[in-house]
């Protein structure tokens, strides 16, 4: 499966969020995720499934004004 | 004291942390100043980076208050998507809430502004919006839940002091019991010590302090524009005048019949 990982394209094998997040080896990461332009909670990601073409987006804390 | 929400302060002066040399100026400079409020942002991060993680570490063990921004949004789902995002990673309902119209001057969208306000404040966010000096404006920001005010001073980064001094004036004067920041455009400290002489109750720096070539020295000198700006506040300026007046009693002088 195809999916869009921060603006760049990755071949993954989970079908869920929870999983795509460790096997793209985020791990214990403290980020934030959102599929597609909408926001998934973290208790939400082992139930969110992904399918091909979808964008996710893996924020981190930065500096910020 | 500066009442922010249900947030009691004692520094008027709130710190963005980005564009120091290193995080360890970053953190001295927070120290110098005795900031209590620092801004933070939320950035794409490719796995086994970790910078994110780091910065994250060296904030929590400053002991500040984050105020978390959805800087680079330019749309109101960007910004809400950003803001429900940083809420899970900073774990604080304050927000402050930037929606970008115009990428020159990086001026507020105030439509979309409005709207994304609406929205996060209905949802328990508390919200600070960066926003123009537009009364306008500010009054439709109140009336959409926000209890906080950020103005800006001039454009983002550009150092050059209070722009538009007649409507923040005017500003300043409508809402007598609002929190106001001046946020963004501030260049050196007497621009801070001015801010508050006019009645602001606070001001946000960044890009002045961490850009400077002594940023701890820089924080120090702002945290002491703040305190004096706010104190001449207390204090009760005299009103400017067209001629002189005396200071020296006249009564007595030497050599007049």
């Not at chain 2, 409020?37 to 904030?59: D, P, Y």
């Not at chain 2, 926000?146 to 004036?169: D, E, K, T, Y």
């Amino acid at each position: 499966m195809k999916i869009q990982v921060n603006g760049a394209w990755r071949e993954l094998r989970a079908g869920e969020l929870a999983g795509a997040l460790e096997e793209l080896g985020y791990g214990d990461s403290v980020v934030s995720t959102a599929v597609n332009g909408e926001f998934v909670a973290r208790p939400a990601r082992a139930r969110t499934a992904l399918s091909d073409g979808d964008r996710l987006e893996v924020l981190a804390p930065m500096q910020g004004g | 004291m500066l009442q922010l929400y249900q947030s009691t302060l004692r520094s008027r002066l709130l710190l963005g942390s980005a564009r120091y040399p290193s995080p360890a100026v970053l953190s001295a400079a927070v120290r110098a100043a005795g900031v209590e409020v620092v801004t933070v942002a939320l950035r794409r991060e490719a796995a086994g980076e970790r910078a994110g993680q780091g910065f994250w570490s060296l904030i929590r063990e400053l002991n500040v208050r984050v105020l978390p921004n959805t800087a680079g949004c330019h749309s109101v789902k960007e910004a809400v998507t950003t803001a429900h995002m940083a809420r899970e990673v900073f774990g604080t309902t304050w927000l402050k809430l930037e929606v970008i119209g115009e990428d020159d001057t990086l001026q507020p969208d105030v439509f979309g502004l409005t709207e994304a306000a609406r929205i996060l404040c209905a949802e328990g966010f508390e919200v600070f919006p960066y926003t123009t000096e537009d009364l306008v404006v500010a009054e439709r920001l109140l009336a959409a839940g926000c209890r906080v005010l950020m103005p800006w001073g001039a454009p983002i980064g550009s150092g050059r002091g209070l722009n538009n001094l007649f409507a923040l004036q005017a500003l300043r004067a409508h809402f007598p019991a609002v929190p106001l920041i001046i946020d963004a455009g501030l260049g050196v400290p007497s621009h801070a010590a001015q801010a508050l002489e006019l009645g602001f109750d606070a001001v946000l720096v960044n890009t002045a302090v961490a850009q400077a070539r002594d940023p701890v020295q820089m924080a120090a000198a702002f945290a002491r524009a703040v305190e004096a700006g706010a104190a001449a506040r207390a204090a009760g300026p005299i009103e400017p005048r067209d001629f002189a007046a005396p200071s020296t009693p006249v009564i007595g002088t030497a050599f007049r019949s």
